[in-house]
């Protein structure tokens, strides 16, 4: 049974005797959202600016436990610190009139993702976009020094925010991890803590909620953001075929599944679903048991995400909406029937003083459930989760190695089944060393290319081997290796594509995935791109080079712009450009009024909507010269060729 002390009742009532008072003299406090063991959450009104918040308030009888108070402080100092549209930022911290610490935090009014998982899975667009911003968010935290530690649906709320019904808003920072070298929170931290940066958690703590937690997390290692990753992964899964990853007998098994058990195909877990095999791949590196072999950071993994939608034909988003004024306020929701809610777990409930049930947390060496406990008052299922966290790590290896140790067994069995080519049963006359494969069987089945998409680039290889004149088998390649981030293979890849179908040179999704790498400046890599854009891509590698060329501003876009450029001067590279490429070059390098005039027959037949840009601007009669007051070009007015030009091009259909 509980203690009178720490009775759910006892604390709703404390709670709820808070409702009509005022904290620190501008927080009037107007209704109980919710409480875990370590605090209460209410839905709060700033008095003089008339706006909502959400504020958490520990108990009292936890503000003398150094722990949580400790912990409590790093989340304002996390959430503080990380300013992006998709975090639910803290607006103020301190203490009450009785010595109560408080946290205020930005209003989110919406669904989690928990509750939009309720319904089955989500499409495959709706899913990507959610997991984009959620990292754009963790973009921002890591480049802050701060590791979230703890994703999970119930941490991440959808909003409707101008055209986006799923803008994300990523919570609770309870758990957060700053790193070592982070200027800002860090300091801030360490300076309350009298010069020391002190962790809250020792190496070797279990700290999160295991169905989210990346191997290295499960197993207590130094945790760093390849960990909050893995949880865009399985989140990622989850969304996609509305199920976990893994389905282990009991909890204690899930994190010995995180650290050994391969990784179904998400086809295998949903079987009525179709999963794009870039998507797969994405999701699958995410899911790398290796921390260093997933994607090296956010960014690298918003690329990806990218690059999956356009292999896909998916629109996953351009970025983050345009700001919009907030309310303040913690992790709120609005759901259809019940009105205004607070989210599930929140920070209060990731110590050993409480976690809900229906969503465990990790935190120290116990799990609480706050949400009910077993007749001798013990939190149900907490002992199998004990008696993980309090062995020694060799242990643990031993049992997360022996618990899955069959199905590591039959995949590996499949897949040396899968990647070694059929030597028997060929047609007569075939040896034992001979390949079986039959002057039909020219093209790879669908299933084992959607399959080798799925494990990723090292099963393309092997499958294009197999299948030497499968040109979808090389095309599949190079966007696998770009999904992976390996861009110096990808550029390899499409120079072996090119070898079995030059065609590809007029791909639009090759184009652009050449151009994109070109464009990021990594050195060979980029070097191997202008080249494929300067020859073997023709009029559609002068027409990725003007893209470029007209790139936005900055120093590293200047040089690019300069880049491009330079490579249009070439001969050899101008001999490619189409007509209306090389009218709009022609154009733009003519300087005087003559030479510009010299071109308008040639801007009337051949122009595209990309010349429009450059003679649109000439119908101005001032704006011109030293005065700025100058008509500069009054020889194109004459004669209408100018308005002749212009009529025609707009008449045709814009460039693609």
């Not at 301190?94 to 209003?107: A, M, N, P, S």
């Not at 020859?535 to 300069?562: H, M, Q, S, W």
Request: glycine fraction near 8%; charged fraction near 25%; charge should be negative.
């Amino acid at each position: 049974m509980s203690s009178p002390e720490t009775s759910p009742d006892r604390k709703t009532a404390e709670g709820l005797e808070r409702i009509g008072m005022v904290i620190s003299g501008r927080y009037l406090i107007r209704e109980l959202l919710g409480e875990g063991g370590m605090g209460s959450v209410y839905l709060a009104e700033h008095t003089h600016m008339k706006k909502r918040v959400a504020l958490k308030l520990l108990h009292p009888e936890m503000t003398d436990n150094a722990e949580v108070s400790a912990r409590f402080e790093r989340e304002a100092m996390a959430s503080a610190h990380i300013e992006h549209p998709n975090v639910a930022a803290a607006t103020d911290f301190g203490k009450t009139e009785d010595g109560t610490f408080y946290l205020v935090l930005e209003y989110v009014e919406g669904t989690d993702l928990r509750e939009a998982l309720a319904d089955g899975p989500l499409s495959v667009t709706r899913a990507l976009r959610i997991a984009r911003q959620m990292a754009l968010a963790l973009e921002r935290a890591h480049e802050t020094g701060i590791v979230h530690r703890d994703l999970k649906p119930e941490n991440v709320m959808l909003v409707k925010r101008d055209n986006e019904p799923d803008f994300v808003k990523v919570l609770d920072f309870g758990i957060a991890k700053v790193l070592e070298g982070a200027a800002s929170a860090s300091a801030e931290i360490a300076k309350r803590n009298g010069g020391v940066n002190q962790p809250l958690t020792r190496l070797g703590t279990i700290l999160g909620t295991p169905e989210y937690m990346a191997p290295e997390q499960a197993l207590g290692e130094a945790v760093t953001p390849a960990a909050d990753l893995y949880a865009v992964g399985v989140l990622l899964y989850e969304m996609l075929t509305g199920k976990h990853p893994f389905d282990p007998p009991d909890r204690m098994a899930m994190l010995s599944f995180h650290i050994v058990a391969p990784v179904p195909l998400m086809q295998d877990r949903a079987p009525d679903l179709e999963i794009p095999a870039m998507v797969e791949a994405v999701v699958r590196c995410l899911l790398e048991k290796v921390s260093t072999k997933r994607y090296p950071n956010a960014r690298a993994l918003i690329e990806a995400i990218d690059a999956a939608g356009a292999a896909s034909g998916i629109d996953v988003g351009s970025g983050v909406p345009s700001a919009v004024p907030s309310q303040a306020g913690g992790q709120l929701t609005t759901s259809e029937q019940g009105g205004p809610g607070f989210s599930g777990p929140d920070a209060f409930a990731k110590t050993t003083f409480g976690v809900p049930a229906d969503s465990p947390t990790l935190s120290g060496p116990t799990l609480a459930a706050s949400g009910g406990s077993n007749a001798d008052g013990a939190p149900r299922e907490s002992r199998f989760i004990q008696l993980l966290s309090r062995q020694p790590r060799h242990l643990l290896f031993a049992a997360a190695a022996g618990i899955p140790l069959l199905l590591v067994i039959i995949v590996v069995v499949l897949l040396l089944a899968f990647r070694k080519p059929k030597t028997d049963g060929g047609p007569p006359g075939a040896g034992k060393g001979e390949s079986a494969q039959t002057p039909k069987d020219k093209t790879a089945p669908p299933e084992r290319v959607k399959t080798a998409v799925a494990l990723g680039p090292e099963a393309l290889e092997a499958l294009a081997k197999e299948f030497p004149e499968d040109a979808s088998i090389p095309r599949k390649l190079v966007t696998a290796y770009q999904v992976h981030g390996k861009s110096t293979e990808a550029i390899r890849a499409v120079r072996a594509l090119l070898v079995v179908d030059p065609s590809a040179a007029n791909d639009e999704e090759i184009v652009v995935l050449v151009t994109t790498i070109a464009a990021k400046g990594q050195g060979e890599a980029d070097d191997d791109a202008f080249a494929l854009l300067e020859g073997p891509f023709g009029e559609r590698g002068v027409d990725a080079l003007i893209e470029l060329t007209a790139r936005g501003p900055g120093k590293e876009i200047r040089d690019l712009r300069a880049r491009a450029a330079k490579s249009l001067a070439k001969p050899e590279v101008r001999a490619h450009a189409s007509p209306a490429a090389s009218v709009l070059l022609d154009f733009k390098a003519a300087v005087s009024c003559g030479a510009k005039k010299e071109l308008m027959t040639r801007a009337k037949d051949n122009g595209d909507a990309r010349l429009l840009a450059s003679l649109k601007p000439l119908k101005a009669t001032r704006g011109c010269g030293v005065f700025r007051g100058t008509d500069c070009w009054p020889c194109l007015r004459r004669e209408g060729g100018l308005d002749e030009a212009i009529a025609a091009i707009e008449g045709r259909a814009p460039a693609k």
